[in-house]
């Protein structure tokens, strides 16, 4: 028997898990799950649901490949292209997963089944949309029963978009500490007292936190049949309350690109330079763009059909480029990532979601404009910088901006100038570590470099 | 006994679904009227009705 190994976050759900064999992925239906898994596939609503692109697309294989007594079938879904997590989306992202997710559940009722989980996890950005991914969190409708992942739903989805719409402020961190979502009582204690105008958000969030709290002093409540109107009206409710709320988090970068055009033709002449460049370079397949700001650049790559992770720490940039991703289907993963603070592996022996670092490792890393951010307004040395992009990827076009820059002494204005290292001769040497410099050009009359550069290894 | 595990996250919102279905029956019930109102109307004004 070959061996298989388990997904490291595959282990609450009985009915099957996700695991590796010889380097494909593949999730196990266990026999404990036939049954809902048959009126999944009976009903029509996998089919209906994969052709909608509301989820993601997976071939039933009859082969028992971990030799488990428990299994039932195999699926082999559909790769994706980069797994992300919800602390790493934008409120948009949040959102169109939450109505995915009720979409999703309204679809199920109407075939006589149901979401048994309804967690930000069960979504991934794919193919420029946010796609259902969990094949096993279908199970058929009791009517009597309320929906068992309503708490999860609110914690998980509502509360956190809640408390960015009312706040107006990327509250993404948030995610990361609660990965099982924002705890009721805390998260009402910061939403503010308008928010209890909303009837959804009163009922689901404020009421809810107290019925929640005084429910668990008096144990065994008597229990009368729901029914499905009522669930109905419970998903609808939570549909508008979603819809309703708001933020593409407009603050300090926003317009950036209409800015720096202004600067004599600076955006122009780097995108020629950066065109001229990448025929020269072996075939890219994957890249990741640092600190893309509204994607530009991301763009550039995604018109040649290069899968391209957009990454900035600016909410507004990245909303605006995930509108556009979604809108025309570009193979951008538009992601908030703080380079100063990437995200770190989390969950069970802090394995069962990796670490960002450790799941990107891409053909070519665009830095443009953005050593000076890392090296001036976070005080990190050019050794860490040119350490994170080798860990990031392997080739680097990267801009150098010097100290006389406007940019750089508007930055100098606010803190004190203990940047003595900050020279381009220091930044050749750190580099020139890992990277071999195999082009360099000045960038019209800005003062700026770009510079091209292939790892040593190569 | 490990799969009635995984049920646990819904099971203490029972109470509270069943509240919160109470509530929006009524609220539902009015909202659909006025909809159903508006949309009479619009027919006559040529408005699109606004239905979420």
Redesign the interface.
């Known amino acids: 028997m070959a061996t298989f190994q388990r997904h490291p976050s595959s282990y609450r759900d009985p009915s099957g898990f996700v695991f590796y064999k010889d380097n494909g992925l593949y999730r196990q239906v266990n026999k404990i799950y036939r049954d809902d898994f048959n009126a999944l596939l009976e009903s029509g609503l996998f089919d209906r649901l994969v052709k909608q692109e509301k989820l993601l697309h997976c071939e039933l294989l009859r082969e028992n490949l971990t030799g488990s007594p428990d299994w039932f079938c195999t699926l082999k879904p559909e790769p994706l292209r980069f797994v992300t997590y919800p602390h790493e989306w934008c409120f948009a992202m949040l959102k169109d997963a939450a109505l995915l997710t009720l979409d999703i559940m309204e679809e199920a009722r109407a075939t006589g089944m149901i979401l048994k989980d309804a967690t930000p996890y069960n979504v991934q950005l794919h193919k420029g949309r946010m796609i259902f991914i969990d094949t096993l969190s279908f199970e058929k409708y009791d009517p009597s029963k309320p929906w068992i992942a309503y708490k999860q739903f609110c914690e998980a989805f509502l509360l956190p978009l809640a408390l960015m719409h009312f706040s107006r402020l990327p509250l993404q961190p948030l995610l990361l500490s609660y990965p099982e979502g924002i705890p009721l009582a805390l998260g009402r204690s910061w939403l503010p007292w308008k928010s209890k105008w909303q009837l959804n958000t009163y009922l689901h969030l404020h009421l809810n936190a107290v019925v929640t709290k005084e429910q668990q002093r008096s144990i065994g409540v008597e229990r009368g049949a729901f029914s499905a109107k009522k669930l109905d009206n419970i998903v609808r409710s939570l549909k508008e309350a979603v819809t309703s709320y708001t933020y593409n988090g407009k603050d300090t970068w926003s317009g950036y690109y209409n800015e720096a055009s202004q600067r004599d033709d600076y955006l122009a002449q780097k995108k020629e330079i950066v065109t001229r460049w990448l025929p020269s370079l072996p075939a890219i397949c994957s890249a990741i763009d640092v600190g893309a700001n509204e994607g530009l650049f991301s763009e550039l790559l995604a018109q040649r059909n290069v899968p391209t992770i957009a990454a900035d720490f600016d909410h507004f940039s990245i909303s605006q480029l995930y509108e556009k991703t979604k809108r025309d289907r570009l193979p951008i993963t538009p992601l908030l990532i703080d380079f100063s603070n990437p995200s770190p592996a989390i969950g069970v022996n802090n394995t069962e979601r990796p670490s960002f670092l450790d799941r990107v490792h891409t053909d070519l890393v665009l830095a443009l404009a953005v050593v000076h951010h890392l090296a001036i307004g976070k005080n990190i040395p050019f050794e860490s910088i040119v350490q994170l992009f080798r860990k990031l990827g392997e080739n680097l076009i990267v801009e150098f901006v010097p100290k006389n820059d406007e940019k750089i002494q508007y930055m100098l204005q606010q803190k004190k100038d203990i940047y003595t290292a900050y020279t381009e001769e220091a930044f050749r040497t750190a580099f020139s570590v890992h990277y071999r410099i195999v082009e360099e050009a000045l960038i019209g009359q800005s003062g700026r470099t770009l510079f091209l550069m292939t790892p040593h290894e190569a | 006994m490990?799969?009635l595990l995984?049920?646990d996250?819904?099971?203490?919102?029972?109470?509270?679904?069943?509240?919160?279905?109470?509530?929006?029956?009524v609220?539902?019930f009015f909202k659909n009227i006025v909809l159903m109102v508006r949309h009479f109307f619009s027919r006559f004004f040529g408005r699109k009705s606004k239905v979420?």
């Open positions: 490990q799969h995984y049920i996250p819904g099971s203490g919102s029972y109470l509270i679904q069943a509240i919160v279905a109470g509530v929006l029956g609220a539902f979420d």
